[in-house]
């Protein structure tokens, strides 16, 4: 059975940090790119970043550049996603997914290029 679970979303403040992790199971992850997105309401979903499961390619979207860390751990079955500096426009609820990978992984880090998704995990960032 496919589950992609989010967790460690919350308030924080600007300036602030939160580390997201999303673990995953029930397909194989060697062949998938991994990314996070987000949606606000009334907004289509974005990619924030993604990664491929050799992490030979990350891909991070110019607004969370030099904040965001995308990375995997030794088994390869978590992908976290370390945010520094945050900023109130990063408010969202921040989704993970899974997709098979066919092309680059800047060019896989598109919502409709993903298989698999968690439902979720909400971020705030506000004084």
């Known amino acids: 059975q496919v589950q992609v679970v989010e967790s460690g979303g919350g308030l924080v403040q600007p300036g602030g940090s939160l580390r997201l992790s999303c673990a995953t199971s029930g397909f194989p992850l060697d062949h998938y790119v991994i990314g996070w997105f987000r949606q606000v309401p009334g907004k289509e979903r974005e990619g924030v970043s993604c990664?491929?499961?050799?992490?030979?390619?990350?891909y991070y979207d110019d607004s969370v550049k030099g904040r965001f860390t995308i990375s995997r751990d030794n088994a390869k079955t978590t992908v976290h996603l370390q945010m520094n500096s945050l900023k109130p426009e990063d408010t969202s609820v921040y989704f993970c997914?899974?997709?098979?990978?066919?092309?680059?992984?800047?060019?896989?880090?598109?919502?409709?290029?993903?298989?698999?998704w968690g439902k979720g995990t909400p971020v705030t960032v506000s004084s």
């Open positions: 990664t491929n499961s050799i992490r030979d390619s990350t």
């Open positions: 997914a899974a997709g098979l990978q066919t092309t680059t992984v800047q060019a896989m880090c598109y919502p409709s290029k993903m298989n698999f």
